[in-house]
């Protein structure tokens, strides 16, 4: 039998040594399993801002205005009422949701977004170097 809580420290550690384009991805795409929408992270960009004001202009401002929104700001996110909130890569460890996403993946033994963004393989051998195995040997 693994030990969950040191298996979750070492995922936990893992995933805030990767890039922050892995840590947003496997981010968002834990959000959207989990329906937590509203914590996805977004580039502050016109993209992000046609999808989601498109022919909305003043939606967008009121957003804006009623947030926590700066121009400039690198990340932008929804706060819980539907407002904006920006920040940049230097504080985005605040903003992923690191015990939610490490929750996830061990409760229900699924990995495979650490798969698909191709960093599986490295978590498993940090697993082998404390003689832990990735899934539960019944």
Known sequence: MKDQERMKEI????????SDD????????TMQ?????????HYNDND??????????LEAVRSAKYGDYNYVDEY??????GNLESFNAYNLDDYI??????DHMVDEEDYSILESYGVLDD???LLEDEELTL????
């Open 48 to 57: 992000f801002f046609n999808t989601y004001f498109e022919n909305k202009p």
């Open 22 to 29: 892995n840590k947003i991805s496997i981010h968002n795409e």
């Open 11 to 18: 995922l936990k550690d893992y995933l805030q040594g990767l």
């Open 33 to 41: 399993e989990i329906n937590y929408y509203d914590d996805e992270i």
């Open 76 to 81: 932008v996110r929804f706060n819980g009422y």
């Open 97 to 102: 949701l690191y015990d939610e996403i490490v």
């Open 123 to 125: 978590f498993i051998e």
């Open 135 to 138: 899934y539960d040997e019944e």
